[in-house]
Every structure is written in structure tokens, then in C-alpha cells.
């Protein structure tokens, strides 16, 4: 079953941390995260999950993971 992304969390742990903050505002990733959408994968990969059983991790989080490794693995 493939499973949804929960919007951001705010606060890491909820002991104050702020990601946002903690992140340099010229950082590559935010450029990315502002261009693209990667809620697209949810409708290209539907047909390929089925309907019962356990949750899988979302689909733009695994492509995410995917871009990271492309973009650090050099």
C-alpha cells in the first residue's frame, strides 16, 4: 500500500531545534525544494502498489533519497 507524506514538521525532537535556522539560506536544497514538486510521484507510480498489506515509505520521499545520493555521490 503506498502511503502519503505528512507535511514538515517545525521543530526537530520538540526541543527547540529549527531546522530552518540551522540551514544556510543559499543552501542547493532549498532551491530545489522551491522549484520542484515532488508530489508528481504519487500519480506515476499508483498503478504500482497494491491494495492491502503494510504502508510503504511515500514516493517522494524515495526519490528524494534518490536526487541526494546523485547529487553527494560525486
Aim: proline letters at 8%; hydrophobic letters at 40%; charged letters at 25%.
Amino acid at each position: 500500500m503506498m502511503s502519503y507524506q505528512d507535511p514538515p514538521q517545525s521543530k526537530l525532537f520538540y526541543i527547540g531545534v529549527n531546522i530552518d535556522k540551522r540551514i544556510r539560506k543559499n543552501h542547493p536544497l532549498r532551491k530545489i525544494r522551491e522549484l520542484i514538486d515532488f508530489d508528481f510521484i504519487y500519480n506515476e507510480v499508483r498503478d504500482k502498489y497494491g491494495y492491502n498489506g503494510n504502508e510503504s515509505i511515500p514516493p517522494p520521499v524515495i526519490l528524494k533519497l534518490m536526487l541526494l545520493l546523485v547529487l553527494w555521490e560525486t
